[in-house]
């Protein structure tokens, strides 16, 4: 058995590239499949059910597009969807959600900060694994946004960005945050700015690397993993205008990249 289908993987935007580029790393030879629902985004004004209709419409087309597992980059549509995308498929659904955990463990000062996204934050899921820590540490949230539009819009370090970040920021550090959890996707491309304004004595806290393993992890459970030889093919769906997904894509896969268009 090669199991040679493609992983499918999808997220508001190019956040989720974040997450796929550790899946390819940790599994080159897996075929990927990525959407980015740019023209809907961005998911953390939106409603639940509105993030939940487009989860469907997205994995509906993953599907038939013959995908083996979904994997949901996107801290937004995991806590609005994934239970109902798991209700419906049968095929392995991986989601991704703010790593407060491993802050919780690492913490000093008792105090974490999460900046995420309003709808992630306000969501019963979040909530609940929130309070599942709140007896010895204190959780702070932010929510930020415009936050994800700079990055979509690849302004990964402009002063507009350095001075949102600023304003997300710096009310963490001043209750005392010593670890900074990026509860979205898109924040990771901006770990090395946000890592500059919060200094050497606070922890950014990223998920990319435990949600590609934990995606290895469910293939292999699901004897899904191929066994193909070689480098797997990485496709890229957009459902932004042609020469913007191209610039957008190519700049944060580090290289020239076709980029479809849905
Ligand atoms: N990348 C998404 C996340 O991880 C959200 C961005 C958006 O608001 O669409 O939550």
Redesign the pocket.
């Known amino acids: 058995m090669i199991n040679g289908q493609a992983i499918g993987i999808f997220?508001?935007?190019i956040?989720?590239l974040s997450i796929a580029r550790q899946i390819h790393q940790r599994l080159p030879n897996e075929h990927l499949l990525y959407v980015a629902d740019s023209i809907h985004?961005?998911?953390?004004?939106?409603s639940e059910s509105y993030i939940t209709e487009r989860a469907f419409s997205i994995s509906e087309f993953l599907i038939q597009l013959n995908v083996k597992a979904i994997v949901v980059?996107?801290?937004?549509?995991?806590v609005s969807s994934i239970k109902a995308l798991r209700a419906k498929y049968t095929i392995p659904i991986i989601g991704?959600e703010p790593g407060v955990k491993p802050a919780v463990f690492n913490t000093k000062s008792g105090i974490v900060g999460v900046l995420?996204?309003a709808?992630?934050l306000k969501s019963v899921s979040f909530n609940d694994l929130a309070k599942s820590f709140s007896s010895h540490v204190k959780i702070e949230v932010q929510p930020c946004p415009g936050l994800?539009e700079q990055v979509e819009a690849l302004s990964l370090d402009s002063d507009e960005t350095e001075a949102l970040i600023k304003k997300y920021v710096f009310p963490l550090l001043e209750k005392g945050a010593d670890h900074i959890v990026l509860?979205?996707?898109?924040?990771a491309f901006l770990a090395p700015i946000i890592k500059r304004i919060v200094g050497p004595n606070v922890e950014i806290v990223n998920t990319d690397v435990a949600v590609a393993k934990e995606a290895a992890r469910r293939l292999d459970i699901a004897s899904l993993l191929s066994t193909h030889n070689g480098q797997g093919k990485v496709e890229f769906w957009s459902s932004a205008p042609s020469s913007v997904a191209h610039r957008q894509f190519s700049l944060l896969w580090g290289e020239s990249v076709t980029v479809f268009k849905m």
């Open positions: 997220d508001s935007g956040g989720g985004a961005p998911y953390g004004e939106k980059a996107c801290n937004t549509a995991t991704v995420a996204t709808q992630t994800m509860g979205c996707t898109h924040y």
